[in-house]
């Protein structure tokens, strides 16, 4: 049974010993496989976000009305899963409309590029060398090359036609972890509100994550009278 992901973010989950909120999920852009999640443990005045690997979630029992979706992880687990911080979230730059140089006021050159990689590699140096009694790995080198769900939603649609419409929604297959369709919101000028469009349409995502190309599609069934 396929599962929503808009339904399943905010929606408490059991663990071992614990419950946890259901934050976000991050994706491999080009299978659509959602890697990991991101899982607040913490509690009613405190958030403690920690990224779990999605093979670790296991769906809830459809003949119960009640049942939650499953974390198989302990709690000593889970104070070494690696956190997943508002510093996480934004994480990230992209270099690809820097220039390859600056020239400085006085004649000296610099390479944005290469600062930036510097700088991070500094980073994962230090996090290297700090003792292992100390605070528990960030989840920013998990998820650096992945894309966040939280932040595919409303983005607009476009093919060759025009604006399909916002994502209002993503359908993912529970065993296998795949993203299988988008689901719109009906935002563009086509009226296809509440249309699936299948996940491998996807053609091109827009620098920035502004906006998503989807190969042409036939027309949605129009509503009556139009």
Request: proline share 8%; aromatic share 8%.
């Amino acid at each position: 049974m396929l599962q929503s992901l808009r339904n399943l973010i905010g929606h408490r989950l059991e663990l071992d010993d614990r419950t946890a909120v259901f934050r976000d999920a991050f994706f491999n852009l080009k299978d659509g496989v959602l890697r990991y999640a991101a899982l607040d443990i913490g509690g009613w005045l405190n958030e403690d976000n920690v990224a779990v690997s999605t093979e670790l979630l296991t769906p809830p029992d459809p003949t119960q009305s009640d049942a939650r979706w499953h974390v198989h992880l302990s709690e000593a687990a889970l104070e070494i899963a690696p956190r997943w911080t508002e510093e996480a979230r934004t994480e990230g730059v992209n270099l690809s409309n820097w220039p390859p140089v600056i020239v400085g006021p006085f004649g000296s050159s610099v390479s944005p590029v290469l600062f930036y990689e510097d700088f991070q590699d500094a980073e994962e140096e230090d996090a290297e060398s700090e003792p292992e009694t100390q605070a528990p790995p960030k989840a920013a080198p998990l998820v650096r090359n992945l894309h966040r769900v939280g932040k595919w939603f409303g983005l607009p649609c476009f093919d060759a036609k025009g604006e399909l419409g916002r994502i209002h929604d993503m359908t993912f297959d529970p065993d296998s972890c795949r993203i299988l369709s988008f689901v719109l919101e009906g935002a563009g000028a086509r009226p296809d509100q509440g249309r699936e469009i299948p996940y491998q349409a996807l053609r091109h995502l827009a620098d920035g994550e502004t906006h998503l190309i989807f190969e042409t599609l036939p027309p949605a069934d129009l509503p009556d009278g139009r």
